[in-house]
T-cell receptor
């Protein structure tokens, strides 16, 4: 059974803190994605990665960075958290060339105070 | 600039009836369209897809229709069941990534 796990279900941080969100997949997928989900805006792509050490900006990369040192792990970093980064963060993975069928983790609800 | 739009934030349907969820897109270069379903506290799960070269794809109770000239797709669920209550996201694939709509919350009433 395919599985994408995210390090935390709920996270509360203060403005200015550095925040790490971790995502691990056990399907040997090449592609990994980070989205944020906000009411009325749907899922918006922050960053994605085709392979280890590779990254591509999505539609809303500002204020975020990513790291992919191992194939199974994709980290999202908020260098200096702000209140407008309060959101649900979803990680996903897919096979190479198959960005259509993505497998999602359960999400991390991040609140920045 | 929203390339994929779901204009109905919510939809309420009687159990056993047909549910129709709609989605519009602007980019004619999209080559694949998908529907994902999301329950609370879970990540979205893939439901059904359609290639841009087709106009219909059916999988059990779920059928997706694509009208390329109108840049419109729809998801039909028949008959609707209580377990279908969820948020449904339309998505379009282009350049090795997906663009999602805003989502429609479907509620099936007994």
């Amino acid at each position: 059974d395919v599985k994408v796990t995210q390090s935390s279900r709920y996270l509360v941080k203060r403005t200015g803190e550095k925040v790490f969100l971790e995502c691990v997949q056990d399907m040997d997928h090449e592609n990994m994605f980070w989205y944020r989900q906000d009411p009325g805006l749907g899922l918006r792509l922050i960053y994605f990665s085709y392979d280890v050490k590779m990254k591509e900006k999505g539609d809303i990369p500002e204020g975020y960075s990513v790291s992919r040192e191992k194939k199974e792990r994709f980290s999202l970093i908020l260098e200096s958290a702000s209140t407008n980064q309060t959101s649900m963060y979803l990680c996903a993975s897919s096979l190479a060339g198959r960005a259509d069928t993505q497998y999602f983790g359960p999400g991390t609800r991040l609140t920045v105070l | 600039d929203q390339q994929v739009k779901q204009n109905s934030p919510s939809l309420s349907v009687q159990e056993g009836r047909i549910s129709i969820l709609n989605c519009d897109y602007t980019n004619s270069m999209f080559d694949y369209f998908l529907w994902y379903k999301k329950y609370p506290a879970e990540g979205p799960t893939f439901l059904i897809s359609i290639s841009s070269i087709k106009d219909k794809n059916e999988d059990g109770r779920f059928t997706v229709f694509l009208n390329k000239s109108a840049k419109h797709l729809s998801l039909h669920i028949v008959p609707s069941q209580p377990g279908d209550s969820a948020v449904y996201f339309c998505a379009a694939q282009g350049a090795q990534k997906l663009v999602f709509g805003q989502g429609t919350r479907l509620t099936i009433n007994p």
